[in-house]
């Protein structure tokens, strides 16, 4: 999706009354869930390469900055759902709650990733 129709989605989402945000809600998840989709049979019906060697236990398979910024990215429509979606919307104590626990994921994420580094190499 371009930029274009997340801003004009979330200027729908705000322009609407509380009728009407659930909807545009569920049909920006909808978009999204169909772009994902598409990539992902893209990405399968293209042949595929010769398989890569098998990683070393010291080869990492993300970096914790990736994580970060797919957190951001996700969190920020996470966010709103959880600050106006349904009639009983969460508010501040919900968007606490899940920023609470993407800092989480992402702190026990760096703590696994940076253990990796600390262990000696295997002796084959």
């Given amino acids: 999706m371009s930029p274009e129709e997340i801003r004009a989605a979330a200027e729908v989402h705000n ?3 509380p009728g009407y945000r659930d909807a545009v809600i ?5 978009k999204v869930g169909r772009e994902i989709d598409a990539r992902v049979d893209a990405r399968l019906a293209r042949p595929q390469a010769a398989q890569p060697p098998a990683r070393s236990r010291h080869e990492h398979s993300g970096s914790p900055m990736a ?3 797919a957190s951001i990215a996700l969190g920020i429509p996470i966010s709103a759902i959880a600050v106006a979606a ?3 919307p ?3 104590k919900g968007l606490v709650v899940v920023w609470i626990a993407i800092a989480v994921i ?5 703590l ?3 253990a ?3 262990q000696p190499p295997d002796r084959r």
């Fill in 86 to 88: 349904g009639s009983n």
């Fill in 116 to 118: 990796r580094f600390r």
């Fill in 26 to 30: 569920e049909s920006f998840l909808d």
């Fill in 106 to 110: 992402n702190i026990a994420y760096n």
């Fill in 67 to 69: 994580l970060a910024i």
């Fill in 90 to 92: 969460a508010g501040f």
């Fill in 15 to 17: 322009e609407l009354g």
């Fill in 112 to 114: 696994s990733y940076s």
